[in-house]
């Protein structure tokens, strides 16, 4: 379904990403584990079309999206929830989540998904009318997907979604991250809570320093030895 293919990519004379490999296939969720500064999100801003591709490339179902704009990629059903929710304070939680619609052209039906939306999330229906700035981390990260969602999305990028969040709200984030793959859509799951990040997913690869240097099913990476070490805090 996505393909990258021996990407790079600098920041200046940053090498951040150095011939990173990985693909994922429908209906699958997909961890991208590692330490901070390992390109995680550099890779995630890269398929998006956020920061430009020096070399390799990367496709969505055969079709060529190295270096296209945010909004053609955003067309072909590929959603990018980022890093620190980028939620727009100055708006209601309800506006926020009608503005992931914007690529849409069926804006009939865009208020009956953001009211069936907002029926799924019971405290964003409560809260509807609020400036968004006024929730909590974890509102403010279900308000992120949520607005994620009504795009319609084929593949969601979700980029730290438990980043600062209560051990209760991390748990309810990744039902909801459970939930929404069990309706058909694809995840690729960038998160530092790396053994929640493995039990869920069905494919991961570890980044170190811009490369993968471990791939494979998750349930063996959470056994492996270097992985335990290095990113489960065990000896």
Do not use: W
């Not at 209560?166 to 694809?186: A, D, L």
């Amino acid at each position: 379904m996505l393909r990258v293919n021996d990407l790079s990519v600098y920041y200046g004379n940053i090498h951040a990403l150095k011939g990173v490999s990985l693909e994922i296939n429908e209906g699958e969720i997909v961890a991208l584990i590692g330490s901070n500064g390992a390109g995680k999100s550099t890779l995630l801003n890269a398929i998006s079309g956020l920061v430009k591709v020096s070399s390799g490339d990367i496709s969505f179902e055969g079709n060529d999206i190295t270096n296209a704009k945010p909004e053609t990629i955003v067309k072909y059903g590929i959603i990018h929830c980022p890093e620190g929710r980028k939620i727009f304070g100055d708006l209601t939680v309800y506006e926020n989540i009608l503005a992931g619609a914007i690529t849409r052209k069926d804006k009939n039906d865009v208020k009956a998904e953001a009211d069936r939306l907002m029926e799924r999330f019971p405290i964003l229906k409560e809260r509807g009318k609020q400036l968004a700035s006024t929730l909590s981390g974890g509102e403010q990260q279900m308000l992120a997907i949520c607005r994620s969602l009504i795009g319609k999305p084929r593949i969601l990028l979700l980029d730290e979604p438990s980043m600062g969040l209560s051990p209760n709200m991390v748990r309810e984030v990744f039902n909801i991250i459970r939930q929404t793959n069990k309706e058909g859509i694809t995840i690729l799951l960038v998160e530092q809570n790396a053994r929640m990040a493995l039990k869920l997913s069905k494919t991961a690869y570890v980044l170190e320093s811009g490369e993968v240097v471990q791939s494979g099913k998750a349930s063996e990476l959470l056994q492996s030895d270097e992985v335990r070490k290095a990113y489960l805090g065990e000896a």
